[in-house]
């Protein structure tokens, strides 16, 4: 899988397919509107309606880190504060760290099988 950018540099929602769709039982659909991944139909990420961003599942101790350290890449809005969700900007984050938070969030979510089988 390559985890390299569009070209121009930016994450696009062909980077996110890319990545989200190569993890093991990832599908993709639509959530209010806009392309979502699941897995097992547990939510992993959207694209937020600005299009500008992606929701993404986060544990929320890892969602503050995230926050503190790279507020410009991570956010929330009062709509999500209330949920295990990130807003990640598409125009700051890198493939590498994208595929970072997907997998974790597959990981957190995916049934335990499918997760060791990937491990192997």
């Not at 989200?20 to 139909?41: I, N, W």
């Not at 926050?67 to 890449?73: I, L």
């Not at 807003?87 to 969030?105: F, P």
Request: proline share 5%.
């Amino acid at each position: 899988m390559s985890l390299t950018a569009d070209p121009g540099g930016e994450v696009t929602l062909e980077t996110v397919r890319r990545i989200a769709c190569a993890l093991p039982g990832v599908e993709e659909g639509l959530s209010y509107g806009t392309a979502a991944f699941r897995v097992r139909k547990k939510f992993l990420a959207r694209i937020h309606d600005s299009g500008e961003a992606l929701v993404l599942k986060v544990d929320p101790a890892k969602r503050a880190v995230l926050m503190e350290t790279d507020p410009v890449t991570f956010y929330i809005t009062d709509h999500y504060a209330n949920y295990p969700l990130v807003l990640v900007r598409l125009s700051t984050v890198s493939a590498s760290e994208l595929a970072r938070l997907l997998e974790e969030a597959w990981r957190q979510e995916a049934p335990k099988r499918l997760v060791e089988a990937y491990a192997r």
